[in-house]
């Protein structure tokens, strides 16, 4: 069967909460966190990696389709709902692949329990304030631009277009207003980083993980690369030129062929 | 009736006397799409020293010339409005005036990070003025937010819990302790308590956002339209009756406020070349583009919905905007200016913008308050202006226009928050309300 067509969603209850999650593919699972503009639907990269592998994409409470959450207001409290999924089913240890937002979410679980997770994936991560440039803001542009923004030529990029399913409809229009107000619960301030961060990582010496950035990355400077790298002892860093801040998108096969090779 | 008189204090040159460095600035807005952002290294502060004397020497005289109220507002970051801490503004009138009422319509609570200082403000500006203080709260436009970092996504929480924090610091006695979701204090014992019992009374201004109304209609608080087009706002009038009858009490004009936007002048031509200027730099259109008047959960999910399924303007959020903004040629730059003036003769016919002599003025005035009989309004003046221009509009509003009004209020019975409490008539459980508003009179505006 084609990983695509296994695609679909499981409910599952995390405490008093209900946590969708896009399940897709087969064999041994990998975490797959999402960015701030939501989950932008199963690409290239999605339907390669799970032909072995079962990719779980939870749905963040509080961006349309999960339920908001009230009491999560920060990025350790979503860390902390995520990694009680992990326990409860049993998936612990497990790999993670997270995506800006989501791999922020991704490092602070590991902060706080390196044992969670057995490698990670950290495609562009906020999280980590740059030591050159800022980090994009999200809050003061209306979403179709920060999409555009975050590749470096929207206009050649092949899958450009499908993601969100080209984010035009209103429907879309709502998702996205509903993303961005919850990584406003999570991230106003400071924003997209914690500034504890770079220590806390530091406990994740045993964790082979792989940093994957773009070299144009116009939404997370480069630069925080190498604050991630200093902090997790295990990491390599793979900087991709000609790339923004999708290298899953825009860098595909190379993005595909790495982490297939990185994770086993 | 009471009635008062609002300018935005807008940052300005007199076009008379100053054209180009009007036109400049216009076109810098103009291009900007926006008020808001508006670099400010294009802010002089030798104009903006004078023009902050004018407004506050317009409001002085205008106690003088028998206004019942002054009111003021807040933006930030704006040309709009120079206004950026109305309560700076307040403490002088408070001081330099006797008998009007100082009417802050409206502090934008969420914007503000302590509460408490808030709180103690008022209280000192009530007390300055011997309890002459009517205080208004706003969530804040969105651009507010963006400019004082307040997190819009818990934009209603913030302004429900402040105005929840402010009144019970002003009410219960200190010293407590206060652990909200959002406001966190210590020790809470403000010493300087405002003067009127238990608190001043509290008007709040909107543009029509259902929640308000209904929040507002729950307080037992005024609600006043800040110029919001006369079928919306009859809506809402009813939204807030019905929801008073729900908390069983019969609304009426004490409960409603409307901000009419007017220019008068001694021949109707000269009164709308002035009057028209209410437009410039786009007026209200373009406060703020939407990205930075939308932002991230500021509108609720019912107005997201809506916006999403509106025909995609050139500016609205979802669509890359503005591309090319900027470089527009003298050409298209005029286009634009001229387009946002053509708006003037639909401002008109709908009653937006009523400019002209007192015998022009005063038969549109009637009918907005037959329709919707608000115990509380106040005259509108704003756009770039001369000082002596608004001064003389101030003068004839009241040896002209006012004394007519206040007959008109009586004939309507238009009473206002002093005379009768709002919320003081009861209304019997399962009796429907009588509507407040009456608009079979939008049926026949005037010529």
């Known amino acids: 069967m084609a990983a695509k067509e296994s695609v679909h969603e499981e409910t599952h209850k995390v405490g008093a909460d209900q946590l969708i999650v896009v399940k897709g593919g087969s064999g041994k699972p990998v975490l797959v966190l ?20 079962t990719l779980l994409t939870p749905l963040y409470p509080g961006f349309g389709r999960t339920p908001l959450a009230n009491w999560i207001m920060n990025i350790r409290d979503l860390a902390s709902f995520f990694a009680r999924f992990v326990r409860e089913q049993n998936l612990a240890p497990i790999d993670v692949i997270g995506f800006s937002l989501g791999g922020w979410v991704a490092a602070e679980m590991a902060a706080n329990d390196p ?21 994009k803001d999200l809050f003061t542009v209306p979403a179709l631009i920060y999409l555009r923004e975050s590749v470096r030529d929207f206009a050649s990029s092949k899958e450009f277009g499908a993601l969100y399913d080209g984010g035009t409809s209103p429907e879309q229009y709502e998702a996205f207003e509903d993303a961005r107000a919850e990584t406003a619960r999570l991230a106003w301030q400071p924003y997209m980083f914690n500034p504890s961060l770079p220590h806390l990582l530091e406990g994740t010496a045993n964790n082979p993980t792989l940093l994957v950035w773009g070299r144009e990355d116009r939404v997370v400077p480069v630069s925080a690369a ?35 090779n990185f994770l086993g | ?58 409001k002085i005289y205008s106690e003088d010339l028998g206004f019942d109220g002054l009111m003021l507002n807040e933006h930030h970051g704006t040309p709009f409005c120079l206004g950026s801490v109305m309560d700076v503004e307040a403490a002088v009138l408070a001081k330099a005036t006797k008998r009007a009422k100082i009417v802050l319509l409206g502090n934008p609570v969420p914007t503000v990070a302590n509460a408490l200082r808030l709180a103690e403000e008022l209280a000192m500006i009530d007390l300055i003025s011997k309890g002459r203080l009517v205080p208004g709260w706003v ?8 400019a004082n970092n307040s997190n819009p996504a818990y934009n209603r929480e913030y302004f429900e819990e402040g105005v929840d924090f402010i009144l019970k610091a002003w009410t219960k006695p200190g010293p407590f302790r206060y652990e909200g979701k959002h406001f966190h204090f210590r020790f809470v014992n403000p010493w300087v308590l405002p003067l009127q019992k238990p608190h001043p009374p509290i008007w709040i201004p909107g543009l029509i956002s259902p929640d308000t109304v209904v929040w507002c209609a729950k307080k037992r608080f005024p609600y006043v339209a800040l110029a919001t087009k006369l079928e919306p706002t009859v809506e809402m009038w009813n939204i807030y009756t019905e929801a008073a009858a729900r908390e069983g009490y019969q609304a009426g004009p004490e409960n409603f406020g409307y901000l009419q936007p007017v220019f008068v002048s001694d021949n109707q031509q000269r009164a709308e070349e002035l009057g028209k200027r209410f437009l410039y730099g786009g007026a209200f259109a373009h406060f703020a583009r939407p990205e930075w008047m939308f932002p991230p959960g500021y509108n609720s999910k019912e107005a997201t919905r809506r916006l999403a399924r509106l025909p995609l303007a050139a500016n609205l959020p979802g669509k890359p905007i503005h591309e090319g903004g900027g470089n527009e040629t003298d050409a298209e730059l005029k286009e634009l200016r001229d387009g946002v003036y053509a708006r003037y003769e639909d401002s008109k016919r709908e009653l937006q913008m009523i400019a002209g002599t007192p015998d022009y003025v005063i038969p549109r005035l009637r009918k907005v308050l037959e329709v919707l009989r608000p ?3 106040s ?46 008539v009861p209304l019997a459980s399962g009796r429907k309300p009588e509507s407040v508003a009456h608009p079979d009179g939008l049926a026949s505006m005037p010529a």
């Open chain 2, 139 to 146: 969530r804040g436009a969105g651009s507010e937010q963006l």
């Open chain 2, 375 to 377: 115990g509380i309004f």
């Open chain 1, 226 to 260: 190498q604050v991630y790298q200093k902090s997790m002892k295990n990491a390599r860093a793979m900087v991709l030129d000609g790339c923004g801040h999708r290298p899953e998108v825009e860098k595909s096969e190379q993005f595909i062929k790495e982490v297939q």
């Open chain 1, 115 to 135: 044992g969670i997770f057995s490698k990670i994936v950290l495609v562009a991560p906020v999280g980590i304030r740059p030591p050159e440039g800022e980090i």
């Open chain 2, 379 to 424: 005259f509108w003046l704003d756009g770039p202006v001369g000082y002596k221009d608004r001064v003389k509009c101030l003068e004839m509003l009241s040896k002209h226009v006012m004394p007519a009004m206040r007959d008109i209020g009586k004939e309507l019975g238009l009473v206002d928050p002093f005379q009768r409490a709002p919320g003081s």
């Open chain 1, 34 to 53: 999402h960015e701030e503009l939501g989950y932008p639907g199963w690409m290239k990269w999605n339907e390669a990696l799970s032909e072995r592998r």
């Open chain 2, 1 to 58: 009736m009471h009635i008062m008189w609002f300018t935005e204090r807008q940052y300005h040159y007199d076009p008379e006397t100053e054209p180009e460095r009007s036109a400049l600035l216009e076109n810098q807005i103009l291009r900007n799409r926006s008020f808001f952002g508006l670099p400010n290294e294009n802010f002089d502060a030798q104009q903006g020293s004078m023009l902050l004397n004018e407004y506050l020497d317009e």
